[in-house]
């Protein structure tokens, strides 16, 4: 914008005015997004549901990585409906107490479940974004998955690989003194 308004004199003041708005727009949609599910979580909160589901699955005899795998499954459920912001925002208060009513490491918890819903987002047949992507690539969206799929596989065995090797995900953070 200071490039295309102070070099190029292409900028002008609606153009300028119309990017603010716009900015402004978008800045009010992803805070209210944000206020409602901050009053989602405290609901939650105040409902012990968080406190109810981390005692569940503490009780569950099971090993850490299907612990694990189940939550992925479950990111990656989540992620074909619904935007990876909304998902974190949403679930995090209800999982992040039961994962580490788990014994489950939080750092290596919170990666997995992000790369997790970031993939639930171009997963077939209900993904997101696919069908952001036949709208502006013009194509069908059988075009559109048969495109994606040699890039879905290895990405999912990157995340069967992160779940069964938590080094791989924590070496970082330790690293760095988290």
């Known amino acids: 914008m200071i490039l295309g308004g102070l070099v190029y004199r292409d900028l002008n003041w609606r153009d300028l005015f119309n990017a603010f708005r716009r900015t402004l727009m978008f800045s009010a949609v992803i805070l209210l997004i944000i206020a409602v599910s901050s009053f989602y979580g ?11 589901l981390a005692g569940q699955v503490a009780s ?10 189940c939550f992925a499954l479950f990111f990656l459920l989540i992620g074909c409906f619904m935007s990876v912001i909304e998902s974190i925002l949403i679930f995090t208060p209800i999982v992040v107490p039961a994962a580490l009513s788990a014994g489950l490491d939080p750092v ?7 790369i997790t819903l970031s993939v639930g987002v171009i997963t077939p047949p209900f993904g997101t974004v696919l069908f952001l992507m036949v709208g502006i690539t013009r194509l069908r969206y059988g075009q559109v998955v048969t495109a994606i799929l ?7 065995a990157t995340i069967l690989l992160l779940i069964a090797l938590p080094g791989l995900a924590t070496w970082l953070p330790d690293i760095m003194g988290y």
């Open 108 to 114: 290596h918890f919170g990666i997995v479940m992000v």
């Open 150 to 156: 040699p890039f879905l596989l290895p990405i999912i």
């Open 42 to 52: 405290w609901i939650l909160v105040r409902m012990g549901i968080p406190q109810a």
């Open 60 to 69: 569950i005899d099971m090993p850490m990585f299907a612990l694990l795998l």
